[in-house]
Each structure stands twice: as C-alpha cells, then as structure tokens.
C-alpha cells in the first residue's frame, strides 16, 4: 500500500507487502488516517496475510479485522457514507496451481461490520451459498446507502446471478438471473463488479466484456459501452459533476464528459 498527501505527486510506502493482490482501498469519509484494505493474498499460494485490514494511523500500523482461511481473501469493499462504521466486505475464495485453479466454494461470501470492523456478521438471507459461488462484486448507493447490489460469478466464471438490498443487508432479492451470462462469458473472475450511480440508486452498472447499465434496479440490463477495448473493471463516476466519468479496463483509461455518450482513449498513461 502507498500513500499521497499532495495529490499523487509524491508516494510513501505503507505495508502491507504480504497482502500481494489488492482487491480494493477505501479511506474514511472524514479521517482519512482511517483506511481500510482488502486483500487477496499470494496467488499462487495459500497464506494468512489476507482478508480486511484496518489502519487508524494514516497506514503506519494494519490491523487483520477480517480472517476466513488462508485460501480465501478479500476482493471488494464498501464504507458506508452517511455511518462510516458500516462495511461490506465480498470474500473470495481462490486457490491456484501451476497446473489447476478453483475460483470459488463455501467461504465465498459477503459479510457487514457495524463497528468499524471490530466484529463482522456472514448475510445469507436471499445470497447463494455454497461450493459454486465464485468472484463477488458489491456497492452502495450513496444516494440512499441502506441500498446495495451484488454480483456474483459461479466457480467456473458464468453469472450467478445479481442481488439487491433495501435494508443495509439483511434481506436481498435476486434481480435479473441469467442477464449477463453473455457478458461474463465463462471469465466471471475476472472482473464481477458492480457500481451504483452516486445520485440515483436505480441506475446500477456491472463490469464484464462491455459496461453494462441497468436503469431499473438491475431487472433488466443494456450495453453502455461499444467500440472500446474488451473486459471492463472499474467505473467511477464523479459524484459532484455526473457528466465525468473514467472507465479502465484491460486497455487502459477511457474518459467521457458526456455521460458516457462518446469515451476518449488516454493514450499516454
């Protein structure tokens, strides 16, 4: 882990080395000394040093705050913005081999925090469960946070399925099962995420070959993006000006200023 105080100018060295693979950082909405990492441990090994770490001194010291086996980290993360104790933490669990690789089984799962990650409870009301899940992505509005949204990617990489709450997680409903399964194509595992838009929490977007975007709630689903390189990972739309919204995937950063309309390469990063 490193970290800025001037704007990305300069990076100092925070730890964390042993954490390998970063699933996901995010930084308290008033104290940004306060950070929480997820982590998905050695990739081609079984170790302890993953799962969620908790830092309240600008990344000096990390505490392990959520352990559920050495083989199976911590791949997304959300604070909630209005009760900055509340988390999510999408848990993974992933073994690989020089010569085989399972993406999923039993400890993979969503679990919340009220207390700023001292204590964490397992949901499973309305979430798959067992061998078969694999890679799980989740958000939160921000708009309105007792909604979240899930997606969720079978061991072998096919859609599992998408999940929503209205109740901060304590009870989900499936959306549309089967939707995506073209956009995930049997590589679920490598992307599975989901982003909601920071002012309207029916519009929800999920990361596979293209940009998909759901306008009510993820009932339905419809290609956002065309004509940009293939396999999409993270979707950030600026929540002060929605116009500005920066998309990477597996080439590169795409910018748009239009909400999405045209993207422009950055060809210099």
């Known amino acids: 882990i490193y970290r ?3 704007g990305g100018n300069t990076w100092v060295h925070k730890g964390l080395d ?4 970063t699933g996901k950082v995010v930084v308290h909405p008033t104290n940004p000394d306060i950070v929480f990492t997820a982590q998905m441990g050695n990739l081609f090994g079984d170790n302890n040093d993953r799962g969620i770490f908790k830092t309240t001194d600008g990344g ?12 199976t980290g911590g791949i997304d993360l959300v604070i909630n913005p209005a009760k900055p104790d509340t988390l999510y933490a999408a848990m993974w669990e992933r ?3 020089h010569n085989r690789r399972t993406y999923g089984g039993a400890t993979s799962a ?6 700023g990650g001292a204590n964490w409870t397992k949901l499973t009301n309305g979430l798959p469960s067992g061998s078969n899940v694999g890679r799980i992505g989740i958000d939160i509005s921000r708009s309105s946070p007792s909604i979240l949204y899930a997606v969720v990617a079978d061991k072998a990489g096919a859609y599992l399925g998408g999940y929503k709450t209205s109740n ?3 009870t989900w409903t499936s959306t549309a099962t089967g939707s995506l399964n073209n956009n995930f194509n049997g590589v679920g595992w490598w992307f599975s995420k989901i982003f909601v838009h920071p002012t309207n929490s029916s519009k929800v977007y999920t990361c596979g070959l ?9 009932s339905t689903w419809s290609k956002f993006t065309t004509s940009l390189h293939a396999d999409q990972h993270c979707l950030f739309i600026h929540p002060q000006n929605i116009n500005l919204c920066l998309l990477a995937n597996d080439g590169g950063l795409y910018i748009s200023t239009n909400t999405g309309a045209t993207w422009n390469h950055v060809n210099n990063l």
Do not use: C
Request: hydrophobic content about 20%; proline content about 0%; glycine content about 8%.
């Open 4 to 6: 800025s105080s001037d």
């Open 18 to 21: 042993n954490g390998r693979s």
């Open 60 to 71: 000096t010291t990390w505490q392990k705050v959520l352990f559920v086996s050495d083989s």
């Open 95 to 97: 073994v690989r081999r």
């Open 110 to 115: 969503i679990y919340r925090s009220y207390d």
């Open 168 to 170: 901060n997680g304590d």
């Open 210 to 218: 293209s940009l998909y975007e759901s306008v009510n709630s993820g």
